[in-house]
């Protein structure tokens, strides 16, 4: 079965961490690049970052540089997205996304709030 399973959101004060894990099954993992997606309430999806299938090459929107990393281990069929310095509009639904295969994960929440 092809999937990807979010994990790792959760409630966090601004100016914290949090690292999201993406689990890929049911496919060659290693052989596509990946991404992570989030949605805000009330906002459309947006693109945060993007990674080759090697690792070797990354991507963020530009309201994410600097903050997020987006890394990924092949042994493992899992791709990352280490959050820092995190602000109350970061809160969103954050998903995990091959678009080659156009497969989704079901997402995980982050609330960034005092």
């Known amino acids: 079965q092809v999937q990807l399973v979010e994990s790792g959101g959760g409630l966090v004060q601004p100016g914290g961490s949090l690292r999201l894990s993406c689990a890929a099954s049911?496919?060659?993992?290693?052989?596509?690049?990946m991404r992570w997606y989030r949605q805000a309430p009330g906002k459309e999806r947006e693109l945060v970052a993007a990674?080759?299938?090697?690792?070797?090459?990354?991507n963020y929107a530009d309201s994410m540089k600097g903050r997020f990393t987006i890394s990924r281990d092949n042994a493992k069929n899992t791709v990352y997205l280490q959050m820092n310095s995190l602000k109350p509009e970061d809160t969103a639904v954050y998903y995990c996304?091959?678009?080659?295969?156009?497969?989704w994960g079901k997402g995980t929440l982050v609330t960034v709030s005092s």
């Open positions: 996304n091959c678009n080659t295969i156009n497969i």
């Open positions: 049911g496919f060659t993992f290693s052989s596509y690049a």
């Open positions: 990674i080759s299938n090697t690792g070797t090459s990354t």
